[in-house]
């Protein structure tokens, strides 16, 4: 199995590219799926190609995390596709792993994808969208299978969290030694 990681036009580079480089440093299988065809472009105006359009993904095929970068423009469009909602749906019916960070969180809300007694941490300016009590102040939570990233400079430390919990400790310390990070 493999990790799906959505890119929308507008997502966070740092967080998108991140979470790519270290899944794939894991050596876990990554698709990079694109909600549009051509260049996707991030938010700082880079310019990015995904590996296929999501709309051209199996949708039998079983996935071990559905990944969401944030952004506030990536984040309405994840919000927006009902793609996005049919990979939602289908993580939660296959007991499988969802992350999000920054302001995806949202889309996850506006999919109907979280209960109101999940917990969680999102970028600081969507706060308020959340119910009372559900965002948490640490800058990664995991809570079930969703894992949670604070912002784009928790980008390196929701990603490793990503690879602990699909692969375990020693996955994220041979990761860490090839970029010298500390988690």
């Known amino acids: 199995m493999s990790a799906l990681v959505l890119l929308a036009p507008g ?3 740092i967080e998108g590219i991140t979470v790519i480089d270290i899944l794939r440093r894991a050596e876990i299988e990554t698709v990079v799926a694109g909600l549009v065809l051509g260049p996707i472009t991030a938010a700082r ?5 995904a590996d296929v ?3 051209e993904v199996d949708p039998a095929r079983e996935f071990e995390v559905v990944v969401l970068p944030g952004g506030a423009e990536g984040a309405k469009h994840l ?4 793609l996005v909602r ?6 939660r019916e296959r007991g499988q792993w969802v992350a999000a960070i920054c302001a995806a969180p949202t889309a ?3 999919h109907g994808w979280l209960n109101p007694a999940d917990k969680i941490t999102c970028h600081p300016s969507v706060r308020s969208q959340f ?7 640490e800058r990664v939570v995991v809570e079930g299978k969703l894992i949670t990233g604070m912002a784009a400079g928790a980008a390196m430390e ?4 990503i690879v602990r919990c699909l692969r375990g400790d020693a996955a994220t310390t041979k990761v860490n030694h090839g970029v010298h990070a500390v988690v």
Do not use: I, M, N
Request: net charge negative; no cysteine.
């Open 131 to 137: 119910h009372v009590g559900q965002v948490q102040t």
């Open 158 to 161: 929701w990603s490793y969290e």
């Open 108 to 110: 996850l809300l506006a």
């Open 53 to 55: 359009l999501l709309s």
């Open 79 to 82: 919000a927006e596709s009902p």
């Open 86 to 91: 049919d990979w939602l749906v289908r993580q």
């Open 45 to 49: 105006k880079t310019q990015h190609l």
């Open 11 to 13: 997502f966070e580079d």
